[in-house]
């Protein structure tokens, strides 16, 4: 196993004295600043062609998505359906309501990959990060740096907050761009049908992109705790993926009622209210609440175990 340290094969011989004992002391080890390790740990991150590649699908689903629907609409949707959400009973289906409000795309969009490509987005980051060094040698010469393993964790947990980021960013600006091309600005409206001002759009989405990326993050801090303990990023990719599919099935089942809050999709849903006017904030809070606790116990988990293992 190969080590890639920046700093520690550049230590210089120590003269010895004829009794053995070094004349010179060693100079001190330099703390490599943290800015130059998120730095190095970005470029890194999006210089990997499978972050690129799942980066570019990302942004081409919501036009692929849009115009899909626009091309298979059935017959017109009043823009101004006053139902109180969407699905059976409570107004158009989201994706139908897509055609006629520019400002429902994006949401959809985040919504439907917020299931499984955006969460195998991050898990990939979170197994590249540890276990993918790890398996490499790489991970050996952030070592060596030297550079601690808390800060090690930072950094890494830093690079994936940075790729949730800008998957769900990209998502929601790829939706817009391509619901303002097929309904115009003119299209703007709610679920409950008001108009909404190119600025009340651009608050919603702002919020709906800060939900993602903690939500995105809870996910890749979990994957971070199962990559501090394997040297095989995919198996961080099918241990996360296969939780949040686990996760779905269960909350189908009407008998486990008790344990659907504690589970992370639940909290997807609540991106819904977005659309409404006014917004309630009562789900997306509750969603981001979970999220946080998730957050804390992946890292939690990720801290203990890459400080206590061996190497």
Same mark, same amino acid.
């Given at each position: ?18 009794? $053995? *004992?070094?004349? /010179?002391?060693?100079? !001190?080890?330099?703390? +490599?600043?943290?800015?130059? =390790? @998120?730095?190095?740990? #970005? ?115 830093? $690079? *994936?907050?940075? /790729?949730?980021?800008? !998957?769900?960013?990209? +998502?929601?600006?790829?939706? =817009? @761009?391509?619901?303002? #091309? ?115 116990? $992946? ?13």
């Amino acid at each position: 196993m190969t080590a890639r340290g920046p700093v520690a094969a550049q230590q210089p011989m120590t003269p010895q004295e004829p009794g $053995g *004992v070094s004349s /010179v002391t060693l100079p !001190a080890r330099r703390r +490599v600043p943290m800015a130059r =390790l @998120l730095r190095a740990e #970005v470029r890194w991150i999006f210089r990997r062609p499978r972050t690129l590649a799942v980066l570019a699908l990302l942004a081409v689903l919501p036009v692929i998505t849009g115009v899909a629907v626009d091309l298979t609409m059935d017959g017109p949707v009043t823009p101004g359906h006053s139902g109180p959400g969407p699905g059976p009973g409570g107004g158009p289906p989201i994706f139908v309501t897509m055609v006629t409000s520019a400002f429902v795309l994006p949401l959809g969009s985040l919504m439907t990959l917020l299931m499984l490509l955006l969460p195998l987005t991050v898990a990939m980051a979170s197994g590249d990060a540890l276990a993918g060094e790890q398996s490499h040698g790489a991970l050996r010469g952030w070592l060596l740096a030297p550079v601690a393993r808390g800060r090690l964790l930072a950094v890494k947990a830093a $690079g *994936v907050l940075v /790729v949730a980021f800008v !998957a769900s960013a990209l +998502v929601v600006v790829s939706g =817009l @761009l391509t619901g303002l #091309v097929l309904a115009g600005t003119d299209g703007l409206v709610s679920m409950s049908g008001t108009e909404l001002s190119v600025g009340d759009v651009l608050w919603r989405l702002g919020v709906a992109v800060a939900w993602a990326t903690l939500y995105l993050t809870a996910i890749g801090a979990v994957a971070l705790a199962v990559s501090a303990t394997t040297e095989h990023p995919m198996l961080v990719v099918v241990g996360v993926l296969g939780g949040l599919i686990v996760s779905g099935v269960l909350m189908q089942i009407s008998a486990l009622d008790w344990l659907h809050p504690y589970l992370l999709p639940t909290s997807v849903t609540g991106l819904v209210d977005l659309i409404r006017d006014p917004v309630p904030f009562g789900g997306l809070a509750e969603g981001a609440f979970r999220a946080l606790c998730y957050l804390l116990i $992946g890292l939690s988990l990720a801290y203990a175990s890459i400080t206590t293992r061996d190497g």
